[in-house]
């Protein structure tokens, strides 16, 4: 579950802050004009209208280090949409590539309906762990997914 930043304590906001400065550095380029900034999040858009919106936010896991108490890991949240429909696989790994990373993991929850919610109809969600990686190895035999 997403901690809100006034639950955080400076230690957890000061590391959130540190890893959003080193994930998150925007250059601007011909496929991506930046909308907004802020210290943990960006939002920007593509000339084709993919919106997107990064977001380094911490997250209390059910992953337990020792003491019964759950951890509380950062993770990279980015959701991105089109006004009109559902983005396309292609605009998935468009943005995975860009705001996420090749060398990175990404995730693509499909929640239980009552679990579902969205700002904009036609959105999808990518999540990357910052912290570890939840998922276990599922490549094949020949070292592929």
Known sequence: M??????LTERERA????TAAAVLPWVSTAEWQLIEEYPNCVRATSPDG???IAE???????????NDTPSRDLWL???FSRTD???????????KERFIGPARKAIQVLPPESEHYNHMPFCLN??????YDPL???RTRHGKL
């Open 2 to 7: 997403k901690i809100m930043a006034n639950a």
């Open 15 to 18: 590391r959130l802050l540190e």
């Open 50 to 52: 993919l919106r997107v």
């Open 56 to 66: 380094v936010e911490m997250q209390e896991t059910h992953r337990v280090l020792g």
């Open 77 to 79: 949240h980015v959701s």
């Open 85 to 95: 429909r559902v983005p396309s696989y292609d605009d998935m790994v468009r943005v």
């Open 126 to 131: 990518l999540f990357s762990s910052l912290d």
């Open 136 to 138: 276990p190895d599922l």
